[in-house]
């Protein structure tokens, strides 16, 4: 599995904790389903081999971004944080690569 592969995991594992109850107050989404659609489209950009959307998740991972501010009120902010780590480990190597 590539890198990338993993990060599309760790995304697709977001994506699936996103329901019409996911407390959404401190994102600009309104409603889950947004985000969701968001999600899928960054997901087949990534598949096409569009990495310029990595640095939307690295700003989304990052302390106090979109998925931190959606993993606490709702209850999965440690499986956040070990989701944050792989992704900030994949996302280092990638740029090396690069």
């Given amino acids: 599995m590539t890198y990338i592969q993993v990060i599309i995991e760790i995304i697709k594992n977001i994506n699936s904790r ?18 969701k659609s968001e999600l899928e489209k960054d997901i087949q ?21 979109t998925f931190q501010e959606i993993a606490i009120p709702n ?17 280092k190597k990638i740029k090396a690569s690069t």
């Fill in 18 to 35: 996103l329901t019409d109850q996911t407390d959404l107050s401190w994102t600009k989404y309104k409603r889950a389903f947004e985000l």
């Fill in 75 to 91: 209850g999965w902010g440690e499986d956040f944080i070990l989701m944050a780590n792989d992704f900030d480990k994949l996302y």
């Fill in 45 to 65: 950009e990534l598949n096409k081999g569009n990495q310029e959307i990595l640095e939307k998740f690295n700003l989304y991972f990052a302390p106090t971004g």
